[in-house]
């Protein structure tokens, strides 16, 4: 069967945006008539274009659906299986399988796969056990995410845990088998082998939410990736004047090496950043730095990395001098706009430099409008333009997408 021709017939009934985040949004399902349980449906079409020196000019418009069911919870147990199809409709790129090399990158190669398969658990007061291939959002996806916004979702074989019966935390542990990447089965590197443990713990406190975290991240198929984070994060948000109010953000983070690695190395992660609010408009300035030693800098290979230092996506990998990133970034909440149900109108600007800021890498602009437009259908575009410096190329990116779920 030719998958195109399947998807094809998909788009007509209901395409979809990418969104720029760390999490997707929630699907809205709705209640099967005959089979007990919930269907999953959603579906995503985009146009991505990326213009990079040094390399030909890419264009893709791609597709992908996701068809799942999760059952009625019988004996404290639930159920969820869902498949995952991406098939490109204009595939002049590099999708990082299938060249040419000269080509710019665009990493959303055709696949279909198993996306999710667990069971879940909640026979303990306060507590839920799930099992399987799942997905995993730690926090704010900085360290543990998705990639939901790549057409191929990033899910893990794991074990787990989330309890809130040690109040006032929120506890989380997982155990990682196996890490399922967003460049699919026919991948060389789709999928890594995996003895990572997770902890993570959430708690209220009067200067706000407190994270502590500590991940050990073992891929013996990829040892270069490994090594044991911990941490620690304070986001809090007070109300001043009429209409106003302030937010604040810390974290703190050292690396080391841990496992499989061959490397030797203790590197740290800092992230200041304040946010001002009135009505329906925000601006946010950040200092964020990952530490490198000139031969190795701070990884986050499970990161949600395109809502990090920038959408063009020139960072996934931090150098090895390490990285700086100063951002300014403002936003516009339309909540009664002409046309659907929301408007936000984003846009950033963002100066890069090594860690100790001795040496310019460039800088980025960004901007997107995302338009909701009822509770199935949304619409996105974005762009990103990065002036590098060094040995960083000039890059322009653009995206138009279109979302369908229930």
Not at 68 to 96: C, H, K, M, Y
Request: aromatic share 10%; glycine share 8%.
């Amino acid at each position: 069967m030719r998958l195109a021709a399947f998807l094809l017939t998909t788009l007509v009934m209901g395409p979809g945006v990418a969104v720029a985040q760390a999490t997707p949004p929630p699907a809205v399902a709705a209640e099967a008539d005959v089979v007990p349980g919930t269907f999953l449906f959603e579906s995503r079409v985009r146009y991505e274009g990326v213009r990079q020196d040094g390399l030909d000019d890419a264009d893709g418009v791609t597709a992908r659906l996701r068809l799942g069911w999760r059952s009625p919870t019988v004996s404290n147990l639930t159920f969820l299986v869902e498949g995952e199809a991406v098939q490109a409709i204009v595939s002049d790129f590099n999708d990082t399988i299938h060249g040419p090399a000269s080509r710019a990158v665009i990493a959303d190669p055709d696949t279909v796969e198993l996306n999710r398969l667990q069971v879940t658990w909640t026979g303990l007061p306060d507590t839920e056990v799930t099992i399987g291939r799942q997905r995993i959002v730690l926090g704010n996806a900085r360290f543990i995410g998705n990639v939901g916004f790549r057409q191929n979702e990033q899910t893990f074989d794991a074990v787990r845990v989330t309890t809130t019966a040690f109040e006032p935390f929120n506890l989380t542990y997982a155990y990682i088998d196996r890490v399922h990447r967003v460049f699919g089965d026919d991948s060389p590197v789709g999928e890594w082998q995996s003895d990572s443990h997770l902890i993570h713990a959430e708690t209220p406190t009067p200067a706000g939410t407190l994270s502590l975290y500590g991940y050990w991240l073992d891929f013996p198929t990829a040892p270069g990736q490994s090594s044991a984070t911990l941490g620690a994060r304070l986001a809090g948000n007070r109300n001043l004047a009429e209409g106003w109010s302030a937010g604040w953000t810390v974290e703190l983070a050292r690396q080391s090496d841990y496992g499989s690695n061959p490397a030797r190395f203790d590197l740290d992660y800092s992230l200041v950043s304040g946010r001002l609010a009135h009505g329906p408009i925000s601006l946010v300035v950040a200092h964020e730095r990952l530490d490198g030693n000139g031969v190795r800098g701070f990884q986050t290979p499970l990161a949600t990395l395109h809502a990090f230092q920038g959408w063009a996506d020139v960072f996934l990998t931090t150098p090895a001098r390490g990285l700086t990133d100063v951002s300014a970034t403002a936003a516009y909440t339309w909540a009664e706009p002409p046309v659907g149900r929301r408007w936000v109108l984003s846009a950033s600007w963002r100066e890069f430099t090594d860690a100790d800021g001795d040496l310019d890498f460039g800088s980025e602009f960004d901007a997107a409008a995302q338009v909701t437009i009822n509770d199935h259908w949304a619409l996105e575009a974005k762009m990103a333009a990065f002036e590098g410096a060094g040995i960083f190329a000039d890059r322009d990116k653009a995206w138009l997408s279109l979302e369908y779920r229930f």
